[in-house]
């Protein structure tokens, strides 16, 4: 458990306690997280309903490490964009998160929506482990699958954007390290730097000390080149939020083609439906990165 600071007390950026947990609950920016909840996992049922799917795949020995595929219309050569769901490391799985299947099926594309281990019975390395587990699972079975290896685009929102931005980063100690193989990134809502989480509520749950912080903060620990990569975040979205998707901007410019998108209309928890979308800022850059704009089926 935390120690409480004491009342008022200044923890993190003259934040106090209380602002900081605010600033790291996206929640706080919507009217009802549980209708958004309800939401994903009707829009998913639906999607699972109305195109085939091959499902509970397991791509690693943990009873998490499971994902949903569907195929896409590219006879092989279609491109995958695999899906990171977010929940504070804490929360939802594939069940909840097919929802953006849909329009990037009808774009070209083919989707994995991929579950991990969460807190607080993973850990956060762990999870990073899982997600780069189903990256290197996905690519060794590309041809069966259906899909280009040399096309997988990762993409996470919230805390998968920040367990997907971990993939891109080569690590010898990584089993296995996937950063190369990876044709592109998108990157929704996420939280780079985590020395802040650790101080906030979220870390109730993640048991970080500020040395496994350190170490899973993607931003400190960029290479220099990486690959085409979409940064988005809502328009509301808390000042954290705003702050490290700003900061990841940066960072990113000077080592990958980076496409911001800033979705005014947008919140934390609707701006994945977006996804594959025409016509949405989101939408056209990740069809863009994925060679799929204009694409009619």
């Known amino acids: 458990m935390r120690a409480a600071p004491p009342a008022g007390a200044a923890v993190y950026r003259g934040m106090d306690q209380a602002t900081l947990d605010r600033q790291y609950s996206p929640s706080s920016r919507v009217a009802s997280l549980d ?43 279609a491109p995958l964009l695999v899906f990171v769901h977010g929940g504070n490391w804490q929360a939802l799985g594939r069940a909840e998160s097919a929802f953006p299947v849909p329009p990037l099926l009808a774009a070209g594309a083919a989707v994995a929506v991929i579950e991990y281990g969460l807190a607080p019975d993973v850990g956060l390395d762990a999870m990073a482990g899982m997600v780069r587990r189903a990256v290197d699972w996905l690519l060794r079975h590309a041809d069966g699958l259906g899909f280009a290896a040399d096309r997988l685009h990762l993409c996470g929102t919230s805390a998968g954007a920040h367990l997907a931005a971990m993939a891109l980063l080569p690590d010898a100690s990584a089993h296995p390290d996937v950063s190369g193989r990876i044709a592109g990134a998108v990157l929704l809502s996420g939280m780079y730097d985590l020395e802040p989480v650790r101080l906030s509520y979220v870390n109730d749950a993640l048991r970080l000390d500020r040395a496994a912080a350190r170490r899973n903060s993607p931003i400190l620990r960029l290479p220099a080149r990486l690959p085409d990569t979409v940064v988005a975040r809502a328009g509301n979205e808390t000042e954290e939020y705003v702050r490290q998707h700003d900061r990841m901007v940066t960072a990113l410019r000077p080592r990958a083609a980076v496409t911001e998108v800033v979705s005014e209309r947008r919140d934390h928890f609707d701006l994945p439906y977006d996804l594959g979308v025409p016509g949405t800022g989101l939408g056209d850059a990740v069809l863009a990165q994925m060679g799929l704009e204009g694409t009619t089926l």
Request: glycine share 10%.
């Open 35 to 77: 209708a958004y909840l309800r939401e994903y996992e009707r829009l998913s049922e639906a999607a699972r309903r109305a195109h085939p799917v091959r499902t509970s795949l397991a791509y690693g020995p943990h009873p998490a490490e499971r994902l949903d595929y569907f195929p896409g219309q590219g006879a092989g050569r």
